[in-house]
């Protein structure tokens, strides 16, 4: 269980919770088959949930206790070999917490679980941390590879446009794609300095963090590593203007072969998404 | 290149070798697409190759070197996500092996990629070292998973039988299955003392050794661990007594967790094929 | 979870269960306070639960199914820095289960808390694996080292003896203590050989395994390595004699410290004990 | 022996010492009693000692010879379970530092051993670079938590005031008591612009340095990740322009679950001390 | 093979590739004979080739395909005990690239095998990022020793000059060969702001990447961690300022002690190098 | 230092120490410069002397106290480069040992160290406990590679003969020179029911354990894993049989690329000849 979340039933790990429904529910999703590089993600929900064990339940900036913030953990849905139907079946039990009008938090697995979610959520604007564009057709022969799933999500109904933070790495076709009015590529050079305005103002928003888009140094547990990255402080900064837009979060790639690193920023992102999220709704 | 081995266009790591043709091709398989627990068996030829390193060329107990025995290693098949279309190719390059009147010696990846090797080679018998029965109809809806490989090679035209030394556990489904004629199961206690005797012969004969056959002390570095294993020279000398009558082997499901135990133990059978295969020929 | 348990609402990972009752409860005492040299007992019970997704459901032997034999998993007790008092609330935990009619199946943390184990069980007979004794009066200055815990439950009331095997190391005074009649002694060399008859027949038993007993081959990932230990298949046959006379298990001194040899191998001498345990109930 | 220091009787790793007296004094305390997470402070002192031999004896900012400044290294006063007792004994072996008028190094260890070192010190102000408060009053109904160690030493008779760099998380009853006048709190993003200005002159003061005020990336082996935390030269250039106002420094909550990154920070900031600390004497 | 390179023969990983001649050819030189204190450099050339696999084949700001730029690996040259033997067969397979007007990419190995890449490339000015001086006249009695690399390279006819980016730290006798005018040492916190002006222009470059110049948490698995290095970002600049003006490439000091940090920026760092010196070429 | 020994000039970690001279000298060698595959053998003695911190003092076996037995730890004679003038330097201090009647336990450190300890100690007699020959006569063109230590010591004046134990490997070079008078190889699997009977009595022996005779699983942390190897109770049987014959012992090829594994072995081997080695002194 997330630390600070309650399961289903209401109980809860940090003490008594009367309310009726969830703010945030909180889905594992370890897939793990179309990994290119190291393996490893099937361990990223559990990971992340353990290294987020650390993090102090009260907020200072939002003055916010994460166990009083309504985050509801569902567990894992386990993962098979038959990527449409898994996800499918993940977009039914995010669906559910939509339906509730909760907002999802998904733990990858691989990137290709967002689309689950945005299938879910239905945002207009994907908004995404990522080292890479993830833009490609398919990849090795796989329209479903962690590799496609932000062109993937670009051609669900309804979604209007992608912005891609932090990407500094594609290949030829993906960066042609990138360059149609439905996608904006923030280099992570100028990440610091972005700021989205006012551009996601009423809109539904669904935010994705690969957590790739970091540095190595700050995450070397992922698939797939890639020199000259984010630093935390600037992905926090995202997270915390995007989560007052957005519907539904994701923070995905984090594998266990690292010294916890990956899981420990993965978890503390999902943490700064909910207290932005909610300080949003209280003022 | 695996130590001692020559690559394709005669090339030697060894000195000169001036053979035609080749005895035994090594092709390494880095599938690792339905591993259940824990993945890595990508990294398995890799990680084989280099802990063969530290051998002798000279094997003293069949008075041969190792890079003088005709062992050509063609590099990986790479591994993709259609693991239907995967088997197929590398079925291919096995059966070129076969054509040259060489014998396959196939460097897992999950243990799936034996039904490629069974296929190439057309044994009459499958002899198997394993943890488990693999004789499930289908697992997790895949009926190519790594724990169905053993009934897969069971349907394979011309497959009389399959001989698993080691087993210790499987599902219900599988040990009824296992009941039936063209089933031998030896229980790791039993592995010592069991004898072919002249079962194999004149018969074709594949190997295949699942390193978790071996007690997780000895394969830490493997998907899925089971305690009460065999020890390496019980596995030793069933490869010795096999080896003679075998056109095909292969050594899977090593990765690279640990420290180096399970693929040294893989490449070290693997070698004790080799030198008990030729001492066959040549005697 | 344990995997093949269900939670305390009746609710399963491995599909319908409709038992009144539990017939064996798992708690997780993740207690890692005394441990003298290598920490990480806390992470004890995570660890064999993890270990244990690749078991399969089915046991052969007993022709069983674990997820049908009514065992619940009520998670970790939490630990904390106060050990007299968190062994008072672990053995109310354990205690309930004791009052419901099921077996408690412990997961350490450190051996310490095999006395809560105890006090809740009542056994007339401790029967332990361990490299160690155990028998000191103190350690450090503090007599719940887990060094103390066997002396400590031979001092509880209605405790008769305790049969120690695979011990091959104490101070002076341990040996000493292990001279008296309430104690036996089997070196590990003689396990192997050793039955205990119908020395437990009728009476009440409690069954401590610390996972150090084990040659450290088999479980590296333990606070104090012991050459010279036992072999699993040894160990196994123990906790197969044992358990149909024990109202009590326990698993210690698992750590993360190793590529997963010590939490495989306690895992799968958790599910020996169950199945064996169970086995005798339905002869 | 930290590298480049002598032992007790002047004999000396790095040439001939003939100093009567010694000017800094290295104690090892692997206190790992109350940490929180992850375990292994306990091999901090040896890890920061082994991680230490790289560097050179030469500094060039203040071109000086490690080994010519009089560090001495007194070993480890190993750990035991009861914490006050062990605080006071360590105290005492500071303080015999402290009377030979020495400025005591202390290598944790948890940051519990902080108040020994501040006992000893008797300093009027604390300064510390840590990613959390260490305010509470009790943690886990422990007053001797390393979660409480600065609002100890804020207890202590002669001790002002607590200067904590790089904070970025703490509980509501920290945070409060934050806001108190005896407490001055620099978030992580205000390090690199702080100066210290005259605030510290003519008054005794103690350097503590918790690693995990770093950010995850430049020291994961640390009990608490934290990320969004101090950059290595924000924390040398706080070292730095502490020191020469400094009676006392430890450096803490190192362990030994990282690639050596935290213990080579631990070692570097240690010599930065001294090398400055001399520096001021000097001029 | 390094991803993207082809073999000697012209036989390519990454499609068809018609060249006659290579620009570019890579040799591994796993010498790890002198590393003072973590030595694992043996296994840097395998350990770079493997994480560069995950790096796309395409380069967005040069516009250009890392396949389609005629580079050819030509494996390992093995390293044995003799270093000054090891160093002139090493420079003959250099100096055999740089007949054919291809630019060595050497992957090292400790820092010793500069000396056999400049001795081969005989440039004017000799460009290194380093952390350390590297300026000995011998280290340990070995006047070969890494740490006297650049000093003996100084010593090579023809060359004028040594650069030394982020160097911080020697001995007192280095710092003052440091001094000289054939020396330039550029603090880590001023090569960002550094630019080599028109000095380069017309002249012969050899272009050294000492990982260890990074930072620790980029690039932990080094021989010898120095804290306050640079960032990746930082050495990538001038990687691509030099890299036009360069006639000869390595990257050295990579171990296998981390989680792929630094074999992953030492790929990255060679494929800048390589981009950016073929976009000058076709400027 | 090696725990319950005593410093140079009396100092003991275990308790009040007034003997007059050693019995035991341990001495560290962390010699690695010709290890041929996985490099870390200069971590050996540290890791030895770690491991051996869980062991209890007391054995009950010979019902002595290691601390009482006069074991005297002179600390590493660190290593550098130049193996012969290293060997002398090595020779001189072991030899000091002598001297002074004590026996010296050297600690590697690459199994060439042993040539120091042979020269030292002057045996009739070469006991070894190895996977390898260690017969060649030239290694990579280096005559001090660890690959040809035993030849090198049966060329010493005064060895009459070696006695192999464990050995499974060898070039065929190393085999024709075993097959003379003066060398006895006893394999792997013999080991068990082998004896010295009388061979031994009245001459000076010399005992050297390589490391890696034992099983890989059970010394995974050495430079060249070897499998079907020895047992460790067979290794300790060997031990206590040949010590009360020695005059010498070392234990060799340990590293750091395990769990402690290897450490823990060669700690408890080393305890194991002290204690057999008194044992026959007072008889
Ligand atoms: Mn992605
Ligand atoms: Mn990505
Ligand atoms: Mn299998
Ligand atoms: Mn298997
Ligand atoms: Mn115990
Ligand atoms: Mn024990
Ligand atoms: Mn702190
Ligand atoms: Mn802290
Ligand atoms: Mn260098
Ligand atoms: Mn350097
Ligand atoms: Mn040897
Ligand atoms: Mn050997």
């Keep these: 269980m997330f630390p600070g979340a309650t399961d289903e039933r209401g109980g809860s790990d940090a003490g008594d919770d009367t309310r009726d429904g969830a703010n945030f529910v909180v889905v594992g999703a370890p897939l793990d088959a179309t990994t290119t590089f190291q393996p490893g993600t099937r361990f990223g929900p559990r990971r992340i949930r353990t290294f987020a ?3 102090d339940d009260y907020d200072r900036r939002t003055d916010q206790y994460f166990s009083e913030l309504g985050v509801v953990d569902r567990g894992d849905v386990r993962a098979w070999d038959d990527i449409p139907e898994y996800l499918e079946w993940l977009e039914g039990t995010l669906r559910d917490a939509v339906w509730d009008e ?6 990858g697995g691989e990137h290709t679980v967002s689309l689950a979610g945005a299938r879910a959520v239905e945002p207009e604007v994907f908004v995404c941390l990522d080292a890479h564009l993830d833009l490609r057709d398919t990849y090795d022969g796989n329209d ?10 670009l051609e669900l109904e309804g979604v209007e446009e992608a912005i891609i933070l932090g990407a500094r790495t594609g290949s ?9 009015d439905d996608v ?16 996601l103002e009423g809109r539904e928003v669904y935010l994705s963090v690969d957590i790739d888009g970091a540095d190595p140094a700050y995450a070397p547990g992922t698939g797939t590593m890639e020199p000259f990255g984010l630093e935390p402080r600037e992905m926090r900064d995202v997270v915390r203007e995007v989560a007052p837009q957005a519907n539904g979060f994701d923070v995905v790639e984090v ?6 690193q990956a899981a420990s920023l993965a978890g503390k992102l999902t943490r700064e998404f909910v207290f932005s999220s909610v300080a949003r709704d209280e003022n």
């Design 53 to 55: 064990e650390t993090f």
């Design 102 to 107: 909760a907002v999802p938090l998904l733990l």
């Design 144 to 153: 479903l590879s962690h590799a496609c799933v932000t062109r993937r999500i």
């Design 172 to 180: 030829e076709e993906e960066w042609e794609r990138a360059e149609a």
């Design 184 to 199: 904006t590529v923030v280099p992570p050079e100028e990440v610091a300095d972005f700021s989205f305005g006012d551009r």
């Design 255 to 260: 594998n266990d072969r690292d010294d916890g």
